[in-house]
């Protein structure tokens, strides 16, 4: 990240960013980062937060020195999915799960459900609707 870009703790930053082919273009632009494009930053804060809070260590030489912090985000879910969604997804509904991800999903394919387990019954509907499978009540 260019130096003028670094905010007051940052010596050092680096963002993160994901292709994302509907947009044709890295990261999703967020008017809260004022334009900037990621998924995720790092931020070297060498001292700088370390002298305000009085965070120390002892060397082995017993001095004490002002220990240097590492700020950093979290990575901005939402925007990952849509990138992987964007990447992956196929024509058929299905999404294809990369191979670094397959491990942890323990599938190479997401399909579509072909039915959905879960419905909100609201309090002004007339009857409970039927689950598939189950026969008609007479």
């Known amino acids: 990240m260019p130096t003028q870009?670094?905010?007051?703790?940052?010596?050092?930053k680096f963002d993160?960013?994901?292709?994302?082919?509907?947009?044709?273009?890295f990261g999703e632009v967020?008017?809260?980062?004022g334009g900037a494009l990621r998924v995720t930053s790092a931020s070297n804060?060498?001292?700088?937060?370390?002298?305000?809070?009085?965070?120390?260590?002892q060397t082995e030489a017993g001095e004490l020195?002002?220990?240097?912090?590492?700020?950093?985000?979290?990575?901005?879910?939402?925007?990952?999915?849509?990138?992987?969604?964007?990447?992956y997804q196929q024509k058929d509904g299905s999404v294809l799960v990369p191979p670094a991800l397959?491990?942890?999903?323990?599938?190479?394919?997401?399909t579509t459900p072909t039915h959905v387990p879960l419905q909100y019954i609201g309090p002004n509907q007339p009857q409970k609707p039927r689950l598939p499978g189950q026969p008609a009540s007479s």
């Open 16 to 25: 993160i960013e994901a292709w994302m082919p509907g947009r044709g273009r």
């Open 65 to 87: 020195q002002f220990a240097h912090t590492v700020n950093a985000t979290a990575c901005a879910v939402p925007r990952l999915l849509i990138a992987l969604l964007e990447s």
């Open 5 to 12: 870009e670094l905010g007051l703790p940052a010596y050092r």
């Open 102 to 110: 397959q491990p942890y999903l323990g599938t190479e394919r997401i």
């Open 30 to 33: 967020s008017p809260l980062t």
């Open 45 to 57: 804060c060498t001292d700088f937060q370390s002298r305000r809070l009085h965070i120390m260590f």
